[in-house]
């Protein structure tokens, strides 16, 4: 495997899981797989556990591990081909690229929707210019438009703790003070549709996530009635993608323990951070059904499992 951009990047997503379950009994197995090899981090936005999870998923496999952020660290980087550089940017994007490339044998990138230009932001700029130009692969730690180390976990939490071949998977919109990308829900919605479950999301009106992504998945806008008999409710704000980057209170949405009784004794789940009874209230996160931490904890699966992958190629 080349790079890890995306969902589409995992060719079987059943025999992935099965593979990062297996890991995950002994993750120190490969430990000589990384000898020597170097894993470079970018970070253009913050992290707990996607920066703690790839390092320590980098370390089990042997390998060194270098950090940067960008953000107050690194030069302001130019994306745009033959601008002149006469404002703030200091480098183009395809000078770090190669330089980069030359310091480390695997690449991880963060860099967040800015919320403002759907286009650029759906254009995947910073992502799509490191694949160009770097001359080693490339991992995907969130982009503008997704997060697949998150989703591949998911997968691999929902298959750990599925009671039923098909579950009923529920991905609902929660409030949130500030407008958040839609990275999550996404790869989210990507992945489950590469699962065997029965699916619904729902999000008030105007919420809707771009329909290239949603294809056929049925969307409910009432709450209430998509978490009735949920095996999992996977919890997630996002800001309009029609309405772009714009978002909305709307505390109706929070996740309680009454709604959660709705479900079949439902497992909630969150890729955190989470607000604290703003999106989810106290009871439901602190429950026996809440697998967040898990959840968190096999973040670092994932990215081996990435890593390994690449490796091995
Ligand atoms: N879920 C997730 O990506 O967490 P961080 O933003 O802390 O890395």
């Known amino acids: 495997m080349k790079n890890y951009f995306s969902i589409q990047d995992i060719d079987s997503l059943d025999h992935w899981v099965k593979e990062a379950i297996e890991l995950k009994k002994d ?50 980087l130019e994306y745009e081909d033959g601008s002149i550089m006469n404002q703030g940017d200091s480098e183009q994007v395809k000078e770090a690229a190669q330089v980069v490339s030359q310091y480390c044998d695997v690449l991880a990138i963060r860099a967040f929707a800015k919320l403002e230009d759907k286009e650029e932001d759906y254009e995947e700029k910073v992502l799509k210019s490191f694949i160009k130009y770097a001359t080693i692969p490339i991992v995907n730690m969130e982009s503008a438009t997704g997060h697949p180390l998150q989703a591949l976990t998911d997968a691999i939490t929902i298959t750990e703790h599925k009671n ?29 549709q590469r699962m065997d479950a ?16 949603t294809k056929e998945v049925p969307i409910d806008y009432n709450q209430e009635n998509a978490l009735k008999d949920a095996d999992f409710v996977y919890v997630k704000n996002w800001s309009s993608y029609h309405d772009y980057g714009k978002t909305s209170d709307n505390p109706g949405w929070k996740i ?20 604290r009874n703003v999106v989810v209230e106290d009871a439901v996160l602190d429950s026996e059904n809440s697998i967040v931490i898990e959840q968190a904890n096999n973040r670092t699966y994932a990215a081996q499992l990435v890593l390994k992958k690449i490796l091995e190629d």
């Open 198 to 213: 029965h699916f619904v999301i729902t999000h008030p009106v105007g919420f809707e996530l771009a329909s290239q992504i």
């Open 256 to 275: 309680t323990s009454e709604k959660m009784s709705l479900t079949n004794n439902g497992k909630f789940m969150h890729c955190l951070p989470v607000r």
């Open 27 to 76: 993750p120190l197995a490969n430990q000589n797989l990384g000898k020597n090899k170097t894993l470079g981090l970018l970070f253009f936005n913050p992290s707990l556990r996607t920066r703690l999870s790839t390092q320590k998923a980098a370390m089990n496999l042997g390998m060194n591990i270098i950090v940067m952020n960008f953000t107050g660290e690194g030069w302001a």
């Open 164 to 192: 039923e071949n098909k579950p009923k998977i529920v991905l609902s919109w929660a409030p949130h003070p500030k407008a958040l990308p839609q990275a999550v829900a996404n790869s989210f919605v990507e992945m489950v």
